[in-house]
Protein backbone atom coordinates (compact mmCIF):
# COMPACT_ATOMS: atom_id res chain seq x y z
CA UNK A 1 0.00 0.00 0.00
CA UNK A 2 1.28 3.67 -0.23
CA UNK A 3 2.06 5.44 2.49
CA UNK A 4 2.42 9.25 2.69
CA UNK A 5 3.94 11.74 4.48
CA UNK A 6 2.54 15.52 4.07
CA UNK A 7 5.08 18.19 5.61
CA UNK A 8 3.02 19.87 8.57
CA UNK A 9 1.41 22.99 8.01
CA UNK A 10 0.15 23.95 11.43
CA UNK A 11 2.68 26.97 12.66
CA UNK A 12 5.15 25.91 15.12
CA UNK A 13 5.24 22.01 13.77
CA UNK A 14 8.91 21.37 13.11
CA UNK A 15 8.32 17.56 13.57
CA UNK A 16 7.86 14.93 10.71
CA UNK A 17 5.40 11.66 11.19
CA UNK A 18 8.38 9.28 9.83
CA UNK A 19 12.08 9.08 9.95
CA UNK A 20 14.38 7.48 7.70
CA UNK A 21 15.70 5.10 10.18
CA UNK A 22 12.20 3.70 10.57
CA UNK A 23 11.14 2.96 6.78
CA UNK A 24 12.54 -0.12 5.97
CA UNK A 25 10.80 -1.46 8.29
CA UNK A 26 7.75 -0.48 6.34
CA UNK A 27 9.32 -1.30 3.04
CA UNK A 28 10.31 -4.83 3.68
CA UNK A 29 6.37 -5.41 5.06
CA UNK A 30 5.60 -4.85 0.97
CA UNK A 31 4.55 -0.53 1.87
CA UNK A 32 5.58 2.28 -0.95
CA UNK A 33 6.85 5.41 1.22
CA UNK A 34 6.25 8.60 -0.39
CA UNK A 35 7.76 12.07 1.81
CA UNK A 36 6.93 14.99 0.43
CA UNK A 37 9.86 17.15 -0.25
CA UNK A 38 10.91 19.38 2.48
CA UNK A 39 9.14 17.19 5.20
CA UNK A 40 11.51 16.93 7.51
CA UNK A 41 13.71 19.71 6.98
CA UNK A 42 12.39 21.46 10.08
CA UNK A 43 13.56 18.11 11.74
CA UNK A 44 17.53 17.96 10.28
CA UNK A 45 16.05 15.18 8.06
CA UNK A 46 17.18 15.87 4.24
CA UNK A 47 15.17 14.82 1.33
CA UNK A 48 18.50 12.76 0.76
CA UNK A 49 18.26 10.97 3.83
CA UNK A 50 14.42 9.81 2.80
CA UNK A 51 15.89 8.73 -0.39
CA UNK A 52 19.16 6.75 0.68
CA UNK A 53 16.15 5.03 3.13
CA UNK A 54 14.13 3.59 0.26
CA UNK A 55 11.16 6.58 -0.38
CA UNK A 56 10.67 8.64 -2.68
CA UNK A 57 10.37 12.08 -2.63
CA UNK A 58 7.83 14.18 -4.23
CA UNK A 59 6.63 18.18 -4.70
CA UNK A 60 3.41 19.32 -3.81
CA UNK A 61 0.62 16.67 -3.60
CA UNK A 62 1.34 13.43 -1.82
CA UNK A 63 -2.42 12.88 0.06
CA UNK A 64 -5.13 12.11 -3.38
CA UNK A 65 -3.67 8.62 -4.52
CA UNK A 66 -2.61 7.45 -1.25
CA UNK A 67 -3.98 4.93 1.30
CA UNK A 68 -2.70 5.32 4.13
CA UNK A 69 -1.66 8.74 5.38
CA UNK A 70 0.83 9.95 8.79
CA UNK A 71 1.14 12.93 10.14
CA UNK A 72 1.64 14.94 13.67
CA UNK A 73 -0.90 16.94 13.68
CA UNK A 74 -4.41 16.39 12.24
CA UNK A 75 -5.09 16.45 8.37
CA UNK A 76 -7.62 20.06 7.79
CA UNK A 77 -11.08 19.02 6.67
CA UNK A 78 -9.44 20.05 3.11
CA UNK A 79 -6.84 18.02 2.91
CA UNK A 80 -8.73 14.98 4.28
CA UNK A 81 -11.61 15.35 1.21
CA UNK A 82 -8.77 15.18 -0.93
CA UNK A 83 -8.10 11.89 0.22
CA UNK A 84 -9.84 8.82 -1.91
CA UNK A 85 -12.41 6.92 0.15
CA UNK A 86 -11.25 4.21 2.20
CA UNK A 87 -7.96 5.94 3.40
CA UNK A 88 -6.50 5.50 6.69
CA UNK A 89 -5.35 8.69 8.65
CA UNK A 90 -3.01 8.26 12.02
CA UNK A 91 -2.12 11.89 13.61
CA UNK A 92 -2.90 13.57 17.48
CA UNK A 93 -6.70 13.91 16.33
CA UNK A 94 -8.19 15.12 19.12
CA UNK A 95 -11.59 13.97 19.68
CA UNK A 96 -12.75 17.40 21.55
CA UNK A 97 -10.74 20.12 19.68
CA UNK A 98 -10.71 18.59 15.93
CA UNK A 99 -14.30 18.17 15.72
CA UNK A 100 -14.01 19.75 11.60
CA UNK A 101 -11.65 16.84 10.49
CA UNK A 102 -13.04 14.08 12.21
CA UNK A 103 -16.74 15.83 10.23
CA UNK A 104 -14.66 15.25 7.60
CA UNK A 105 -13.41 12.22 7.66
CA UNK A 106 -16.70 10.97 8.50
CA UNK A 107 -17.97 12.28 5.24
CA UNK A 108 -15.42 11.43 3.10
CA UNK A 109 -15.16 7.50 4.13
CA UNK A 110 -11.90 8.08 5.47
CA UNK A 111 -11.01 5.68 8.35
CA UNK A 112 -9.17 7.69 11.08
CA UNK A 113 -7.10 6.57 14.04
CA UNK A 114 -6.36 9.39 17.01
CA UNK A 115 -3.06 8.61 18.84
CA UNK A 116 -4.62 10.77 21.69
CA UNK A 117 -6.89 7.24 22.40
CA UNK A 118 -4.22 4.56 22.20
CA UNK A 119 -4.87 2.88 25.83
CA UNK A 120 -2.63 3.02 28.47
CA UNK A 121 -1.75 -0.96 28.65
CA UNK A 122 1.68 -2.91 28.41
CA UNK A 123 0.89 -3.99 24.91
CA UNK A 124 0.83 -0.85 23.46
CA UNK A 125 3.55 1.13 25.12
CA UNK A 126 5.79 1.13 22.06
CA UNK A 127 2.42 2.87 20.44
CA UNK A 128 2.43 5.88 22.64
CA UNK A 129 3.01 9.05 20.83
CA UNK A 130 1.95 10.92 24.36
CA UNK A 131 4.28 9.35 26.42
CA UNK A 132 6.80 9.70 24.11
CA UNK A 133 6.38 13.64 23.25
CA UNK A 134 5.75 14.43 27.49
CA UNK A 135 9.40 12.89 27.41
CA UNK A 136 10.68 15.47 25.21
CA UNK A 137 8.64 18.35 26.70
CA UNK A 138 9.65 17.53 30.29
CA UNK A 139 13.63 17.44 29.46
CA UNK A 140 13.00 20.76 27.67
CA UNK A 141 10.86 22.43 30.54
CA UNK A 142 14.34 21.49 33.24
CA UNK A 143 16.53 22.99 30.15
CA UNK A 144 14.54 26.36 29.76
CA UNK A 145 13.98 26.86 33.43
CA UNK A 146 18.28 26.75 33.74
CA UNK A 147 18.51 29.25 30.78
CA UNK A 148 16.27 31.41 32.48
CA UNK A 149 17.17 31.35 35.88
CA UNK A 150 19.71 34.37 37.43
CA UNK A 151 20.97 31.11 39.60
CA UNK A 152 23.34 27.93 39.11
CA UNK A 153 21.19 24.74 39.70
CA UNK A 154 24.18 22.86 40.97
CA UNK A 155 26.11 23.18 44.65
CA UNK A 156 29.74 24.68 43.37
CA UNK A 157 32.47 25.23 45.85
CA UNK A 158 34.54 27.75 44.57
CA UNK A 159 37.15 30.37 45.79
CA UNK A 160 34.83 32.79 45.83
CA UNK A 161 33.15 30.58 48.50
CA UNK A 162 30.04 28.18 48.18
CA UNK A 163 27.33 28.08 45.50
CA UNK A 164 24.23 26.86 46.97
CA UNK A 165 22.12 24.38 44.48
CA UNK A 166 18.76 26.17 43.04
CA UNK A 167 15.40 24.35 44.76
CA UNK A 168 12.80 23.13 42.01
CA UNK A 169 9.21 22.01 42.47
CA UNK A 170 7.86 19.95 39.70
CA UNK A 171 3.95 19.66 40.23
CA UNK A 172 2.80 16.41 38.23
CA UNK A 173 4.68 13.01 38.07
CA UNK A 174 3.29 11.62 35.03
CA UNK A 175 5.82 11.28 32.13
CA UNK A 176 6.82 14.95 31.53
CA UNK A 177 7.15 15.58 35.17
CA UNK A 178 9.39 12.43 36.08
CA UNK A 179 11.23 13.63 33.23
CA UNK A 180 11.72 17.45 34.31
CA UNK A 181 13.14 15.53 37.49
CA UNK A 182 15.22 13.67 36.03
CA UNK A 183 16.90 16.61 34.03
CA UNK A 184 16.67 19.09 37.48
CA UNK A 185 18.53 16.42 39.31
CA UNK A 186 21.27 15.96 36.35
CA UNK A 187 21.80 19.91 36.38
CA UNK A 188 22.47 19.56 40.29
CA UNK A 189 19.27 21.20 41.66
CA UNK A 190 17.30 20.18 44.63
CA UNK A 191 14.09 18.87 43.55
CA UNK A 192 10.69 18.20 44.97
CA UNK A 193 7.76 16.97 43.53
CA UNK A 194 4.02 16.86 44.34
CA UNK A 195 1.41 14.58 42.57
CA UNK A 196 -1.96 14.40 43.57
CA UNK A 197 -1.41 10.36 43.07
CA UNK A 198 0.15 9.15 46.26
CA UNK A 199 1.28 6.40 43.60
CA UNK A 200 3.90 8.18 42.20
CA UNK A 201 5.84 9.09 45.23
CA UNK A 202 8.45 6.04 44.72
CA UNK A 203 8.29 7.13 40.89
CA UNK A 204 9.35 10.11 42.19
CA UNK A 205 12.21 9.17 45.07
CA UNK A 206 13.97 6.67 42.51
CA UNK A 207 14.29 10.00 40.64
CA UNK A 208 16.76 11.41 43.26
CA UNK A 209 13.83 13.82 44.36
CA UNK A 210 12.08 14.60 47.22
CA UNK A 211 7.93 13.80 47.46
CA UNK A 212 5.75 16.41 48.83
CA UNK A 213 2.73 14.70 50.48
CA UNK A 214 -0.06 17.14 51.54
CA UNK A 215 -2.05 14.78 53.67
CA UNK A 216 -4.97 15.07 51.14
CA UNK A 217 -7.38 12.64 49.35
CA UNK A 218 -6.00 10.60 46.60
CA UNK A 219 -7.61 11.22 42.93
CA UNK A 220 -5.88 8.30 41.12
CA UNK A 221 -7.98 8.16 37.53
CA UNK A 222 -8.04 5.15 34.90
CA UNK A 223 -5.37 4.82 32.34
CA UNK A 224 -2.58 6.35 34.91
CA UNK A 225 -4.51 9.75 34.93
CA UNK A 226 -5.23 11.53 37.52
CA UNK A 227 -9.20 12.28 38.56
CA UNK A 228 -10.59 15.83 37.92
CA UNK A 229 -10.93 17.13 41.44
CA UNK A 230 -12.96 19.16 43.36
CA UNK A 231 -13.05 23.49 43.82
CA UNK A 232 -12.88 22.80 47.30
CA UNK A 233 -10.15 20.25 47.84
CA UNK A 234 -8.05 22.55 44.62
CA UNK A 235 -8.20 25.11 47.09
CA UNK A 236 -6.88 23.05 50.36
CA UNK A 237 -4.48 22.05 47.52
CA UNK A 238 -3.24 25.54 46.60
CA UNK A 239 -3.27 26.63 50.14
CA UNK A 240 -0.55 23.88 51.14
CA UNK A 241 1.57 24.10 48.29
CA UNK A 242 1.95 28.01 48.73
CA UNK A 243 4.92 28.10 51.22
CA UNK A 244 6.65 25.11 49.01
CA UNK A 245 6.37 27.27 45.74
CA UNK A 246 7.07 30.46 47.81
CA UNK A 247 10.75 29.12 48.57
CA UNK A 248 11.73 27.93 45.18
CA UNK A 249 13.46 29.14 43.04
CA UNK A 250 12.07 27.50 39.93
CA UNK A 251 8.83 25.57 39.90
CA UNK A 252 7.76 24.06 36.40
CA UNK A 253 3.98 22.09 36.17
CA UNK A 254 3.16 19.13 34.02
CA UNK A 255 -0.64 18.48 35.06
CA UNK A 256 -2.36 18.13 32.06
CA UNK A 257 -5.11 15.68 30.59
CA UNK A 258 -5.31 14.80 26.99
CA UNK A 259 -8.81 16.43 25.53
CA UNK A 260 -9.42 18.84 28.70
CA UNK A 261 -9.00 21.98 30.19
CA UNK A 262 -5.49 22.15 32.34
CA UNK A 263 -5.92 21.88 35.95
CA UNK A 264 -5.69 25.32 37.89
CA UNK A 265 -2.96 24.41 40.41
CA UNK A 266 -1.06 28.03 41.31
CA UNK A 267 -2.74 31.35 41.65
CA UNK A 268 -1.34 34.61 40.75
CA UNK A 269 -1.72 35.18 44.50
CA UNK A 270 0.48 32.00 45.21
CA UNK A 271 3.57 33.24 42.59
CA UNK A 272 3.72 36.51 43.91
CA UNK A 273 5.06 35.12 47.36
CA UNK A 274 7.97 33.99 45.23
CA UNK A 275 11.10 35.31 45.59
CA UNK A 276 12.54 38.02 42.62
CA UNK A 277 14.43 36.17 39.67
CA UNK A 278 12.22 32.84 40.33
CA UNK A 279 11.36 31.05 37.15
CA UNK A 280 7.81 29.37 36.28
CA UNK A 281 8.07 26.94 33.60
CA UNK A 282 4.34 25.80 32.06
CA UNK A 283 4.09 22.95 29.89
CA UNK A 284 0.06 22.82 30.14
CA UNK A 285 0.10 26.65 28.77
CA UNK A 286 -1.66 25.69 26.02
CA UNK A 287 -4.62 23.83 26.98
CA UNK A 288 -5.24 26.37 29.43
CA UNK A 289 -2.52 26.17 31.89
CA UNK A 290 -1.56 25.12 35.08
CA UNK A 291 -0.71 28.92 36.33
CA UNK A 292 -2.46 31.60 36.47
CA UNK A 293 -1.10 34.10 33.96
CA UNK A 294 0.69 31.72 31.49
CA UNK A 295 0.73 32.39 28.20
CA UNK A 296 1.46 29.85 25.65
CA UNK A 297 4.43 31.11 23.21
CA UNK A 298 5.48 33.74 25.97
CA UNK A 299 7.56 35.10 28.85
CA UNK A 300 5.30 36.88 31.02
CA UNK A 301 7.26 38.86 33.97
CA UNK A 302 5.27 39.62 37.31
CA UNK A 303 5.17 42.69 39.10
CA UNK A 304 7.50 41.03 41.75
CA UNK A 305 10.09 39.86 38.74
CA UNK A 306 8.75 36.56 38.55
CA UNK A 307 9.42 34.63 34.93
CA UNK A 308 6.51 32.58 33.92
CA UNK A 309 7.67 30.83 30.36
CA UNK A 310 4.26 29.58 28.68
CA UNK A 311 5.23 25.97 26.74
CA UNK A 312 4.33 26.03 22.95
CA UNK A 313 4.87 23.68 20.77
CA UNK A 314 7.18 22.16 23.06
CA UNK A 315 8.10 18.56 21.83
CA UNK A 316 8.84 20.54 18.47
CA UNK A 317 11.46 22.37 20.35
CA UNK A 318 13.53 18.96 20.06
CA UNK A 319 12.49 18.31 16.63
CA UNK A 320 15.00 15.55 15.95
CA UNK A 321 14.18 13.00 18.62
CA UNK A 322 10.90 13.75 19.06
CA UNK A 323 10.02 13.07 15.41
CA UNK A 324 12.59 10.08 15.78
CA UNK A 325 10.07 8.61 18.84
CA UNK A 326 6.90 9.68 17.12
CA UNK A 327 7.71 7.99 13.90
CA UNK A 328 8.26 4.50 16.20
CA UNK A 329 4.90 5.09 17.89
CA UNK A 330 3.12 4.94 14.78
CA UNK A 331 4.86 2.89 12.72
CA UNK A 332 4.49 0.40 15.11
CA UNK A 333 0.67 0.84 15.45
CA UNK A 334 0.72 1.19 11.55
CA UNK A 335 2.33 -2.57 11.57
CA UNK A 336 -0.13 -3.97 14.19
CA UNK A 337 -3.01 -3.32 10.91
CA UNK A 338 -0.88 -5.52 8.95
CA UNK A 339 -2.50 -7.80 7.39
CA UNK A 340 -1.64 -11.72 6.75
CA UNK A 341 -1.91 -14.47 5.79
CA UNK A 342 0.13 -17.92 6.85
CA UNK A 343 2.20 -15.85 8.92
CA UNK A 344 3.17 -13.86 5.73
CA UNK A 345 2.66 -10.39 5.00
CA UNK A 346 -0.26 -9.53 2.50
CA UNK A 347 1.15 -5.65 1.97
CA UNK A 348 -2.35 -4.25 3.25
CA UNK A 349 -3.47 -2.34 6.29
CA UNK A 350 -6.84 -3.35 7.46
CA UNK A 351 -7.91 -2.67 10.77
CA UNK A 352 -8.58 -5.21 12.92
CA UNK A 353 -11.19 -4.07 15.89
CA UNK A 354 -11.42 -7.80 17.49
CA UNK A 355 -7.56 -5.66 18.74
CA UNK A 356 -8.59 -3.63 21.98
CA UNK A 357 -5.50 -1.13 20.93
CA UNK A 358 -7.40 -0.42 17.16
CA UNK A 359 -10.68 -0.49 18.78
CA UNK A 360 -9.54 2.17 21.55
CA UNK A 361 -8.10 4.63 18.97
CA UNK A 362 -9.99 4.78 15.90
CA UNK A 363 -12.35 7.60 16.00
CA UNK A 364 -14.00 7.23 12.07
CA UNK A 365 -14.72 4.36 9.26
CA UNK A 366 -16.79 3.80 6.80
CA UNK A 367 -18.93 6.89 6.90
CA UNK A 368 -19.60 6.91 11.49
CA UNK A 369 -18.09 7.99 13.99
CA UNK A 370 -16.55 4.98 15.64
CA UNK A 371 -17.16 4.10 19.65
CA UNK A 372 -15.05 2.02 21.38
CA UNK A 373 -16.64 -2.12 21.63
CA UNK A 374 -19.04 -0.53 18.54
Keep these: MRIAVPKEIKPGEKRVALVPDIISKLIKSGHEVVIESGAGVAAEYSDKQFIDAGAQIKSGDVLSNSDVILSVQPLTPSQIKSLKKGALTISFLSPV ?12 SITSLSLELVPRISRAQSMDALTSQALCAGYKASLVAAELSPKFFPLLMTAAGTVTPAKVIVLGAGVAGLQAIATAKRLGAVVSAYDVRPSSADEVKSMGAKFI ?30 PYIAAADVLITTAAVPGRTAPRLVTAQ ?36 VKIWGGKDVPSQLAYHASMLFSRNVVNLLLLMNKSVDGKTTGEIVPDFSDEIIDSATLTHNGVRREKGK
Excluded: C, F, W
Excluded at 219 to 238: D, I, N, P, S, V
Excluded at 281 to 290: F, R
Design 97 to 108: TASDSIEAAVSN
Design 213 to 242: SLELEALEGAGGYAREMTEERAAKQRDLLT
Design 270 to 305: MVSHMAPGSVVVDLASESGGNVEGSVAGQIITTSNG
